[in-house]
């Protein structure tokens, strides 16, 4: 089999933190990495929706990612993202509690997902990367919003 270029055999990701797990989503989503700023609450939106911001005269909702796992809430640090991702032409801001790097992964280390990952749905999950001493959760983040949940994103964007 002849690969049709040599990018695909690596992922280019940004890997970011939650709780004590690693998560990882590719680069060509995520527009830009943010420090947390002002919140503009949204009411009657789901609790993991914290709600907009107005980034470079777009506005965004943002969503927590620990809320939307179920990893239980903590607050807010001086390593706190917003990790701003494109989603079914939408933006998209989602709160980490770190974002660490930008990795290539080996495609040849990606294992399907496994049954239970940690607190995590393995509904969201694309995959796992075991690189040395790190495991790396591969979301994917079509999924980490339900059609539903995109629709009453689109109403808050407004």
Same mark, same amino acid.
């Given at each position: @089999?002849?690969m049709e270029?040599?990018? @695909?055999?690596?992922? !280019?990701?940004?890997?970011?933190?939650?709780?004590? *797990?690693?998560?990882?989503?590719?680069?060509?989503?995520?527009?830009? $990495?943010e420090r947390?700023?002002? #919140?503009?609450?949204?009411?009657?939106?789901?609790?993991?929706? !914290?709600?907009?911001?107005?980034?470079? /005269?777009?506005?965004?909702? #943002? &969503?927590?990612?620990?809320?939307?796992?179920?990893?239980?809430?903590?607050?807010?640090?001086?390593?706190?993202?917003? &990790?701003?991702?494109?989603?079914?032409? @939408? *933006?998209?801001?989602? &709160?980490?509690?770190?974002?660490?790097?930008? $990795?290539? &992964?080996?495609?040849?280390?990606?294992?399907?997902?496994?049954?239970?990952?940690?607190?995590?749905?393995?509904?969201?999950?694309?995959?796992?990367?075991?690189?040395?001493?790190?495991?790396?959760?591969?979301?994917?983040?079509?999924?980490?919003?339900?059609? *539903?949940? @995109? !629709?009453?994103?689109?109403?808050?964007? /407004?």
């Amino acid at each position: @089999m002849i690969m049709e270029n040599e990018t @695909m055999l690596e992922q !280019k990701v940004i890997v970011f933190q939650l709780k004590d *797990e690693e998560f990882a989503v590719p680069v060509k989503q995520v527009g830009s $990495i943010e420090r947390l700023m002002k #919140i503009t609450r949204v009411p009657q939106t789901a609790d993991f929706v !914290k709600g907009v911001v107005n980034l470079r /005269g777009v506005v965004t909702p #943002i &969503i927590d990612l620990r809320v939307r796992f179920g990893i239980e809430a903590t607050d807010y640090n001086e390593s706190t993202r917003i &990790i701003i991702v494109s989603l079914d032409d @939408m *933006e998209v801001g989602l &709160i980490v509690d770190a974002a660490n790097d930008v $990795i290539d &992964i080996p495609v040849n280390v990606i294992e399907p997902a496994p049954e239970v990952v940690g607190a995590v749905d393995v509904d969201y999950i694309e995959g796992v990367a075991k690189l040395e001493n790190r495991l790396l959760i591969l979301l994917d983040l079509q999924k980490v919003l339900t059609t *539903e949940e @995109m !629709k009453e994103l689109k109403t808050v964007e /407004g």
